[in-house]
């Protein structure tokens, strides 16, 4: 594998750049034009988005698992150490996998910080309805869980989803101050 480092503007209008087992890093100066839910980064290996995100600061991370979704996930650095570096792939499916899973959107945000601690966060997490599990419902409020190395955990309640050509939309409604596999059920 290897890693991309980007310091200016990457352009990724009009395709999906398929990441494999290969890292994009974003310095924290470095911007993402034409990101959109037919122009993104495809996470179906180990391969990730990184991206240094400045105290008070955001970014859209345009991931998807697959080239036939779209599953972008933003962070809202709002507050902690001045600056973090974050790092996201999204994954088909709940990995690891609970009895719960037909409640939740059918995937699995790996979120990482490389300091871990000192930082919060809100999250934003986009989806489909075709990513449904078969008991989720889109008409009330979901729930995040976040993986604590051994099982699910609640992390927080979320915003009611806006649903936006065809991608449903939720934010934690609190910063949340640790990282790991998080999904969204409901």
């Known amino acids: 594998s290897?890693?991309?480092?980007?310091?200016?503007?990457l352009d990724i209008t009009g395709g999906?750049?398929?990441l494999g087992t290969n890292d994009v890093f974003l310095a924290e100066g470095a911007t993402v034009t034409g990101a959109s839910t037919t122009s993104y980064f495809v996470t179906n290996s180990s391969g990730k988005l990184t991206k240094i995100i400045g105290?008070?600061?955001?970014?859209?991370?345009?991931?998807?698992?697959?080239?036939?979704?779209?599953?972008?996930?933003?962070?809202?650095?709002?507050?902690?150490?001045?600056?973090?570096?974050?790092s996201?792939?999204?994954?088909?499916g709940i990995s690891p996998s609970s009895a719960n899973d037909p409640i939740c959107v059918q995937r699995t945000w790996n979120i990482n910080e490389m300091t871990t601690g000192g930082n919060s966060a809100t999250l934003?997490?986009?989806?489909?309805?075709?990513?449904?599990?078969?008991?989720?419902?889109?008409?009330s409020a979901p729930y995040?869980?976040?993986?604590?190395?051994?099982?699910?955990?609640?992390?927080?309640?979320m915003t009611l989803p806006v649903l936006s050509g065809g991608i449903y939309s939720s934010s934690t409604t609190s910063a949340m101050s640790t990282f790991s596999p998080w999904i969204v059920a409901g």
Do not use: M
């Open 55 to 86: 105290s008070g600061s955001s970014f859209e991370f345009p991931v998807s698992p697959n080239t036939t979704s779209y599953n972008s996930l933003t962070i809202a650095n709002s507050g902690g150490s001045p600056d973090e570096v974050f």
């Open 124 to 139: 934003t997490f986009k989806w489909s309805s075709a990513e449904h599990g078969g008991s989720f419902s889109a008409g």
């Open 144 to 157: 995040a869980y976040r993986h604590n190395g051994s099982t699910y955990v609640l992390a927080g309640s």
């Open 88 to 92: 996201v792939r999204v994954s088909t």
């Open 2 to 9: 290897c890693k991309l480092i980007v310091y200016g503007t």
């Open 16 to 18: 999906k750049l398929n």
